[in-house]
């Protein structure tokens, strides 16, 4: 079966850095994704990764490698509005967004 | 570019009646949209997916005589909760792919739909 793991809470201070990672196994690899979600509102799209590597957007950065089948994000300086769960999600071979569960990270101050 | 609109954003509706909800890809053209679930603290989860001009294909245990979907043109999907429950009660949201985007991957979301169904 297909399945995307992610730890299900993280807690981290203001300003520090904090790292979310994901794990895969699907049919197929089409990308991997990493959404922004604040509760009660829509997921918003923070990074895409298709080849292995570290890609840097910002504060923010994600890192691929496809035979490991992981991924992490890496958020930097964190703001209080960083505070919101983090969903890593994998096109597999038919474009189909595979899911997970997703991270909720806490921003202490 | 590429915005996603939903609407109502939220509806409040009573058991037994029908709601719909619209998904417009409002600055490109939308051959495939996504319908999705979400419940409380959970993840989202694949109800449909919607293609132009063609049947929508749900996933399994999604009942399709009660979520309907039409996708009649390239900008426009809805989805169609028949005979709502209380159980329905959910947040929806929509997404689009940008084709035009070769290689692109990204699917671009809608703002959601809050429903509650007493």
């Known amino acids: 079966g297909q399945n995307i793991d992610q730890p299900t809470e993280m807690t981290a201070t203001e300003g520090a850095i904090v790292q979310i990672n994901c794990t895969y196994q699907?049919?197929?690899?089409?990308?991997l994704f990493w959404y922004q979600q604040h509760a009660g509102e829509a997921p918003t799209f923070l990074s895409y990764?298709?080849l292995d590597g570290l890609e840097e957007k910002g504060r923010f950065s994600s890192f691929l490698s496809r035979s490991k089948g992981y991924s992490y994000l890496l958020l930097k300086e964190l703001q209080m509005k960083d505070s919101a769960s983090y969903l890593c999600a994998v096109m597999d071979s038919n474009y189909q967004l595979i899911w997970g569960a997703g991270t909720k990270l806490i921003i202490k101050p | 570019g590429a915005v996603v609109s939903q609407h109502p954003s939220r509806v409040i509706c009573k058991s037994g009646t029908s709601v719909k909800i619209e998904c417009r890809s409002l600055d490109f053209q939308a051959t495939t949209m996504f319908w999705y679930r979400q419940f409380p603290k959970q993840s989202l989860m694949l109800m449909a997916t919607?293609?132009?001009?063609?049947?929508?294909?749900?996933e399994q245990g999604v009942e399709k005589d009660k979520f309907l979907i039409n996708h009649a043109s390239l900008t426009l999907s809805t989805l169609t909760v028949t005979s709502a429950h209380p159980e329905d009660s959910s947040f929806y949201i929509c997404?689009?792919?940008?084709?035009?985007?070769?290689?692109?991957?990204?699917?671009?979301f809608g703002p959601g739909t809050r429903l509650t169904v007493l």
């Open positions: 699907t049919s197929g690899f089409n990308g």
């Open positions: 990764n298709v």
């Open positions: 997404s689009a792919r940008d084709l035009s985007r070769e290689g692109y991957n990204e699917q671009f």
């Open positions: 919607s293609n132009e001009g063609s049947k929508a294909t749900y």
